[in-house]
């Protein structure tokens, strides 16, 4: 059994050490999201309000690529809120193994991002999840991620013409590969198929962000509809 008396430090380091490896995967993604925010005309200054405050990578792509003057506020949050309610999973999940964290829970909560929890998890099958350990994962990803995106964006504003480059495609590529991470075999291709029309189809008649969430809830709806009747239910 890991010994529970090690020292802060200790602990700090280690959570560092295991979140290390997805820094090193996010830092082209920080920057792409700085690059294309800076294209959207948003000030590094804003862009580092938003990875404060949101502080959810998929979300933020989505809401720069959204983004318009005015902002469609009830769209866009309503899009994020989808996109994150993993999120209310993951920390439940969760909960039992933080709730010696006292008041600590609230801004642990707040760095939990996908990466934090995966490693607060396989923490926790070892071990007691610490409270040096946790923060020294999250805040390493949250300030790591604060760097990235606002260094994206001082240097993405000097990219005139992202097209160019290709980096116009950037948001396309990254939830064309998000949404093949969903791929469970063939009983997926339906609600796929669901979400994508229904989103083409919103997209067409309706302006705004809300083909977003109509393509989001037809996969839902789909999902529901193609799950067979003796689905095991697990807790």
């Known amino acids: 059994m890991r010994d529970l008396a ?3 430090a200790a602990e700090i380091r280690a959570g560092m050490l295991a979140i290390l490896p997805a820094i090193v995967a996010m830092v082209p993604f920080g920057l792409l999201l700085g690059q294309q925010a800076a294209a959207k005309g948003l000030t590094p200054l804003e862009m580092l309000a938003m ?6 990578g998929s979300s933020q792509f989505l809401a720069v690529s959204l983004w318009t003057f005015p902002a469609q506020a009830s769209a866009l949050a309503l ?3 989808l996109i994150n309610l993993r999120h209310v ?5 969760l909960s039992a ?3 010696h964290f006292g008041w600590l829970r609230f801004p642990a909560v707040h760095v939990m991002a996908d990466e934090v929890w995966a490693v607060g ?3 926790a099958l070892e071990g007691p999840l610490t409270v040096p350990f946790w923060f020294g994962a999250g805040l390493f990803l949250f300030l790591s991620w604060q760097c990235m995106t606002v260094l994206g964006t001082l240097l993405g504003s000097l990219i005139r013409e992202p097209e160019r480059f290709g980096f116009d ?3 396309p590529a990254i939830f064309i590969a998000l949404a093949l991470g969903f791929w469970k075999g063939w009983r997926t291709a339906p609600v796929m198929a669901a ?3 229904v989103a083409v189809a919103v997209h067409a008649a309706v302006p705004g962000a809300w083909y977003v969430v109509a393509g989001a809830g037809a996969g839902i709806l789909a999902a529901v509809l193609a799950a067979p009747a003796d689905a095991e239910v697990r807790p």
């Open 6 to 8: 090690r020292r802060p």
């Open 51 to 56: 990875s404060s405050i949101v502080f959810a």
């Open 79 to 81: 899009a994020a809120l």
């Open 89 to 93: 999973l993951m920390g439940a999940s």
């Open 97 to 99: 193994k933080i709730e």
């Open 121 to 123: 998890e396989r923490r």
């Open 169 to 171: 495609f950037a948001f």
């Open 195 to 197: 979400s994508a029309l």
